[in-house]
C-alpha cells in the first residue's frame, strides 16, 4: 500500500501537508537517494530522508494520534528553541517516538492558559485553519474598566494595523480595585490580538490566560507547567469539530496504513504513565519527564 509522500511527512509531525510540499519542492526531501518530486507515493520499503535525516517507515506501525493539553506559564516560549536561552514550552513535554509535538497556535511570552499540542501536522493545521472559525475563551485582567461605549466597539470591530478585528462575546468577570476581569472569546488567532483590541479602546490587559480552545477547557485541577494526555471522548469530540478523521484507527476494508519513525527511536516504556493526569516535565516537583 503506498502513499502520498507530503502525508507520511505530516504524520510524521514535521509540518502540515502544504508545508510538506513547500519542502518537497525545495529539494529538503529525498527518497531512494534521489530528491523527491510532487505527487511522489511511498510505501514501507522506500528509504526517506529530510535534510539529509533519514526516517524509518516500518509497515507494522500505526500512527496513535496523541492531543496535548498543556497548563502554560507566563515566561515560556512557544517555540523550539530561543538564542537568548529563555524556557519554551517544549522544554516540558514528553518525548515522542517517531514524531514530534506541534503546538497548535502559539500563546505569547506574557500569556498563560490552556494550549494545545499534537503529534499530527495536518490535525495542526486544521485546527489553526481561519476556516474553522474555533472559540478561544480568554480570561483577561484589564486595568480599568470597560465603558458601555468600548464594548460596544470591541463586539462591533476595531480597525488594527492587520485588518479590522472583532469579539464575538465580551462578558464582565469579577474584580476589586484598579483590576476588572472579563471573559471574551474569538474566532481567529492573531498575534497579539486580545491586548491589541484592548489598546485600541485605550485599556491596558495586565494579565491574559486562556482557559478554552474550541470544545477543550483547561480543568481546574491541571497545576501551571504540568499537561495531561486528552481522555478519548473529550479528543474525539476535538476531532469531530474540525471534521478529522483519527489515522489511527483501521480502515474499514483493513488495508494497513503508513507512518514514519525516526532511527533513533527509544523504546516505549512509560506510555501507561504518560495517561495519568496530570504530569509535569523535567522541571517538574519530584515528576519525571514521561518519555514516549
Do not use: C
Not at 211 to 225: A, D, H, N, S
Request: charged fraction near 30%.
Amino acid at each position: 500500500m503506498d502513499e502520498k509522500l507530503q502525508k507520511v511527512l505530516a504524520r510524521f509531525g514535521l509540518g502540515s501537508r502544504r508545508l510538506m510540499e513547500e519542502w518537497i519542492a525545495a529539494g529538503r526531501v529525498v527518497v531512494n537517494g534521489q530528491p523527491a518530486k510532487l505527487g511522489d507515493r511511498v510505501t514501507a520499503q522506500d528509504k526517506i530522508a529530510v535534510d539529509g535525516e533519514a526516517l524509518r517507515i516500518p509497515s507494522w506501525v500505526r500512527p496513535r494520534l496523541r492531543v496535548l493539553r498543556y497548563h502554560k506559564p507566563a515566561g515560556e516560549l512557544t517555540t523550539r528553541s530561543d538564542p537568548a536561552g529563555r524556557p519554551t514550552v517544549f522544554d516540558r513535554l514528553p518525548r515522542l517516538r517517531g514524531s514530534r509535538w506541534i503546538a497548535v497556535g502559539r500563546l505569547d511570552y506574557n500569556t498563560e492558559g490552556l494550549l494545545l499540542l499534537t503529534n499530527d501536522g495536518d490535525l495542526a493545521n486544521a485546527l489553526m485553519h481561519p476556516r474553522a472559525g474555533i472559540e478561544r475563551e480568554y480570561a483577561v485582567r484589564v486595568l480599568g474598566e470597560v465603558s458601555p461605549e468600548q464594548q460596544v466597539r470591541l463586539l462591533q470591530g476595531v480597525a488594527l494595523e492587520d485588518g479590522e478585528a472583532h469579539f464575538v462575546t465580551l462578558q464582565e468577570a469579577g474584580g476589586e480595585g484598579a483590576n476588572r476581569w472579563y471573559h471574551v472569546t474569538l474566532a481567529e488567532g492573531r498575534n497579539r490580538e486580545v491586548r491589541r483590541l484592548f489598546e485600541a479602546v485605550g485599556l491596558t490587559v495586565s494579565r491574559l490566560i486562556r482557559v478554552r480552545y474550541g470544545v477543550v477547557e483547561m480543568p481546574r485541577l491541571l497545576k501551571t507547567g504540568y499537561f495531561d494526555e486528552l481522555p478519548d471522548e473529550e479528543r474525539e469530540a476535538l476531532l469531530a469539530s474540525v471534521q478529522w478523521v483519527n489515522p489511527a484507527i483501521p480502515p474499514s476494508d483493513g488495508v494497513e496504513r503508513v507512518t514514519a519513525s525516526l532511527p533513533d527511536a527509544r523504546k516505549n516504556n512509560s506510555r501507561r504513565e504518560a495517561r495519568q493526569t496530570p504530569s509535569r516535565g523535567r522541571t517538574g516537583q519530584g515528576r519525571r519527564a514521561v518519555r514516549d
